[in-house]
């Protein structure tokens, strides 16, 4: 008996990723090792730590806690600064898509960092993050100002060439979602990536009867298995509601193949891995390539096209 091949490569908008699977910007992504250990891992594609223009060490420690169910953190945006990434790819030898996240203090910061990413040839594409919930001093989400996010985007394409997707953070109502992406479809965007974490939440330790991360008194951003529904929802909305041309990265809660399988039968191109990713390292794209394999072989599909954005609804 001869097995059928399973197809289980993406396209983001004409960007080829060899697996669907690639690391949520974030995570394990920082360090010239870490970023070395995802271009030798199995991931479909690398995306880097959400940089600035200068580096910054981030929030007080501790800013990163597990549980069971999910993930709180309150990082700060730590990294090493654009021309870190920027100078660590021209030394490597690439062998897959290159997402470099962006995530400026200002917009003003954002149109430097752009400009600095449509310059390097080893950049494929550009990851505009607009989602991050845990900037001391900064406590709005970039991402929820509908008034600035229109002329924002609309200066950044006056001189953008590069591929640019943006990521989003999770929304909770409807008009919301229809309200963003009538904005984004204005634009040549090439991707979202939905959702970030979920900002302002809270884990306590009762034992201790205190929060579990220093900064902002314990309040930071919530991820893993917890957060998975949040994921679906918006990832289903927008895909009803952008361009078919704009590709959506599912992200939030995948720590298997039947949860990457749900993100892609909602409208996902392609996912991405946080938690999970944090718990397991580089060997965790292995194991849930082969798990979505296992479940595209049961169902008799041949790619991710036989199922994407075909979720059924209860009649």
């Given at each position: 008996m001869i097995m059928k091949k399973i197809d289980i490569t993406a396209n983001i908008n004409g960007i080829q990723l060899p697996l669907c699977i690639m690391n949520a910007s974030g995570v394990l992504c920082s360090t010239d090792q870490e970023l070395s250990n995802l271009l030798d891992s199995h991931s479909g594609g690398v995306v880097t730590k959400s940089c600035t223009s200068q580096p910054r060490k981030g929030n007080i420690l501790p800013r990163y806690f597990e549980w069971n169910m999910g993930s709180i953190n309150s990082m700060g945006l730590p990294n090493f600064g654009i021309h870190f990434y920027l100078g660590f790819l021209e030394e490597k030898k690439i062998n897959k898509p290159i997402f470099l996240s962006i995530s400026g203090l200002s917009t003003?910061?954002?149109?430097?960092?752009?400009?600095?990413?449509?310059?390097?040839?080893?950049v494929t594409a550009i990851e505009l993050n607009l989602s991050c919930p845990n900037l001391i001093g900064k406590e709005n989400v970039f991402g929820y100002n509908f008034d600035k996010i229109s002329n924002f985007i609309e200066k950044i394409f006056k001189f953008n060439k590069k591929p640019l997707g943006i990521k989003l953070p999770p929304y909770f109502q409807d008009a919301h979602i229809k309200n963003i992406a009538s904005i984004l479809n204005q634009f040549p965007i090439f991707f979202v990536t939905c959702i970030n974490s979920l900002p302002n939440g809270l884990f306590i330790d009762a034992n201790k009867e205190s929060v579990v991360i220093c900064p902002k008194k314990g309040f930071g951003g919530i991820g893993g298995p917890i957060i998975k529904p949040f994921a679906l929802a918006n990832i289903r909305k927008f895909y009803t509601y952008l361009r078919k041309d704009i590709s959506i990265i599912g992200c939030g809660g995948i720590s298997s193949g039947k949860d990457i399988f749900e993100h892609i039968l909602c409208g996902a191109s392609a996912v991405q891995i946080g938690t999970q990713?944090?718990?397991?390292?580089?060997?965790?794209?292995?194991?849930?390539?082969?798990?979505?394999?296992?479940?595209?072989?049961?169902?008799?599909?041949?790619?991710?096209?036989?199922?994407?954005?075909k979720l059924k609804n209860l009649q």
């Open positions: 003003e910061e954002n149109y430097y960092l752009i400009q600095k990413a449509n310059q390097s040839s080893k990713f944090m718990k397991e390292g580089v060997s965790v794209f292995e194991r849930l390539k082969k798990e979505l394999i296992l479940i595209l072989e049961k169902k008799n599909y041949s790619s991710l096209n036989n199922f994407k954005g």
